[in-house]
């Protein structure tokens, strides 16, 4: 049929650019006190490194922690999503149930 546009092996469908970044909702706990910190990097070394180093005024204040969960996004704002997802009152109680082992042992 002429004028028609179908997806072929030849002419496959346009997709979107892939995107070589990665976005991390990540979680660590401090040591002394048992906290929380809840953020979002798009270089996860480079962050926790960050933290060590006092940059953060919060984790400074905390003494030393240990990273206990992150989740890797390709797109930025499921990441963004997440973080704010994972600071209400039932993220914070589903994120507790995926550590629940972790967590039952050091409480």
């Known amino acids: 049929m002429e004028g028609s546009h179908c997806a072929s092996a030849a002419h496959p469908p346009k997709r979107r650019k892939q995107n070589t970044n990665m976005y991390y909702f990540y979680v660590i706990r401090f040591v002394k006190n048992g906290k929380l910190y809840k953020g979002l990097t798009s270089d996860l070394k480079r962050r926790i490194l960050e933290h060590r180093n006092g940059v953060s005024s919060f984790t400074s204040k905390n ?3 240990d990273l ?11 990441a ?22 972790f967590l ?3 409480a």
């Open 104 to 106: 039952g042992r050091v």
């Open 80 to 101: 963004i999503e997440a973080e704010k997802y994972f600071k209400t009152g039932h993220g914070r109680e589903v994120l507790k149930g995926k550590l629940k082992n």
């Open 63 to 65: 003494g030393s922690f």
């Open 68 to 78: 206990i969960f992150y989740e890797a996004y390709i797109d930025k704002k499921d």
